[in-house]
């Protein structure tokens, strides 16, 4: 078993900061990627962020600059440092990982996401 959990969304208001955390625990043998996705109302789930575990990076064009996913390999977590926000950021954010895990046969490579965190960008 493997679980992600989200933290740090909330009220900003435009031009505001905020920083999610999402923590990955359970039969971890090796985490591959971490990323971020939202979803806005009437919206499809769409990428934010990637990074794997070398430390390569991917935004969507909408969030270069502003936003910054980062990761602490010892604590399993990755961040996204979200700055300069936007109305259009208001989403659930949630987080995905890819996952090499202990089985009972040996290892094996799913997917996980996160229950969601709400970010809500409003004056």
């Known amino acids: 078993q493997v679980q992600l959990v989200e933290s740090g969304g909330g009220l900003v208001q435009p031009g505001g900061s905020l920083r999610l955390s999402c923590v990955a625990s359970?039969?971890?043998?090796?985490?591959?990627?971490m990323g971020w996705y939202r979803q806005a109302p009437g919206k499809q789930r769409e990428l934010v962020a990637t990074v794997t575990t070398g430390g390569t990076t991917n935004y969507a064009d909408s969030v270069k600059g502003r936003f910054t996913i980062s990761e602490d390999n010892a604590k399993n977590t990755a961040y996204l440092q979200m700055n300069s926000l936007k109305t259009e950021d208001t989403a659930v954010y949630y987080c995905?990982?890819?996952?090499?895990?202990?089985?009972?046969?040996?290892?094996?490579?799913?997917?996980?996401w996160g229950q969601g965190t709400q970010v809500t960008v409003s004056s």
């Open positions: 359970g039969m971890i043998f090796r985490i591959n990627a």
């Open positions: 995905n990982a890819d996952i090499t895990r202990y089985t009972s046969y040996g290892t094996g490579t799913t997917e996980h």
